[in-house]
């Protein structure tokens, strides 16, 4: 299922990062004007996960932009959501094939996101702008929330990957999601791609819609005539390897945050431990609120609808902000 952008762009990297100079990012816009007169106009960035793209995320845009729709206290609100593929993965991806960087980190997507936040505008021409990120895209808004504090007005933080510990060499080597480096990464057609998958590890968890758009949207097709993934394994890899620095930054900085930040942790999750993920509140009780859904590390891929009530409560908590 996919959700047609109203435009799509391509920007360049940010400059402070490696691969300033050549490489790129592939960014979509998806604009949903104010059913009368518009008296607000609301941005929603989404991010997504280390290992997917941009359109794994569009079945929960689409619910998100319907529920939205369906409130009468939003007939007025121009809408806009925006979309778009870390450097590589997705069509970003494809872009910069060839021109890749191991030491690409937590940090440089972060640096990313705002690039892609001051590219689009969504920090002068909007009333509002709001993070939805998951996993590695959420990990990064908060470090640039810490990195640049007010670049967004709100944030919907999805099982967001954050450490205290620093492992030693030989026990980091041996943490599971490191294994990417080795799983398969191309079929001889999408049709045998997706009888593969949907029975398999975390990928029969998925919802139906996100697995066709993983396969539709997240292989490309080679010049032999098979199907190919466009996140490369390899560069999976390096971005899990490279994640403790940054996830220790990350649940540091959560003291300093000054605006509302939602945590959605999944109940089922073997990324965060139930007991770790609830002192999360305990780093800044005034700006963060928290809460626990049922499903994995991969919730808002698995079950789009159950974050709903979430960008929602966010929502609501900015409103009351405003009201102070």
């Known amino acids: 299922m996919l959700l047609v952008p109203t435009s799509k762009h391509t920007i360049p990297v940010h400059p ?28 929603f960035l989404f991010s997504h996960s280390n290992g997917l793209h941009k359109e794994s995320l ?57 690039q892609v936040i001051e590219e689009m505008e969504l920090n002068t021409g909007y009333d509002k702008l709001i993070g939805v990120g998951h996993s590695f895209g959420a990990s990064s808004m908060i470090l640039l929330e810490f990195y ?27 943490v599971p999601v490191l294994a990417s480096r080795k799983r398969r990464d191309e079929w001889p057609n999408r049709e045998e791609c997706h009888k593969s998958l949907a029975s398999r590890g975390f990928f029969k968890l998925l919802h139906p819609e996100v697995l066709d758009n993983y396969v539709n949207y997240g292989m490309y097709d080679t010049e032999e005539g098979t199907i190919k993934l466009k996140c490369p ?38 990324f965060v431990a139930r007991d770790e993920a609830a002192g999360v509140i305990d780093e800044n009780r005034k ?38």
């Open 58 to 114: 569009h079945p929960l845009m689409r619910r998100f932009i319907n529920h939205l729709r369906s409130l009468q206290e939003y007939d007025q609100t121009d809408i806009t959501m925006v979309a778009w593929d870390a450097r590589t993965h997705g069509d970003s991806a494809r872009l910069n094939e060839g021109i890749f960087e191991d030491s690409y980190r937590w940090s440089d997507n972060a640096l990313d996101t705002l």
């Open 16 to 43: 402070s990062t490696d691969g300033w100079e050549k490489q790129q990012l592939s960014v979509e816009r998806h604009e949903y004007p104010a059913k009368s007169s518009a008296n607000r106009k609301l941005a």
């Open 287 to 324: 700006m963060i609120t928290l809460e626990f859904v049922e499903g994995t590390h991969m919730v808002p891929n698995e079950t789009p609808e159950i974050i709903i009530p979430h960008i929602m409560k966010t929502l609501s908590r900015l409103n009351n902000k405003a009201k102070l």
């Open 148 to 174: 640049y504090p007010n670049t967004f007005d709100a944030l919907c933080v999805i099982e967001p990957v954050m450490n205290r510990v620093f492992l030693a060499g030989e026990l980091q080597a041996m």
């Open 233 to 270: 394994r390899e560069s999976e890899y390096h971005i899990f390897r490279n994640a403790q620095y940054d996830t220790a930054v990350a649940i540091r900085s959560l003291k300093t945050i000054t605006i509302p930040i939602h945590f959605v942790y999944a109940l089922s999750s073997t």
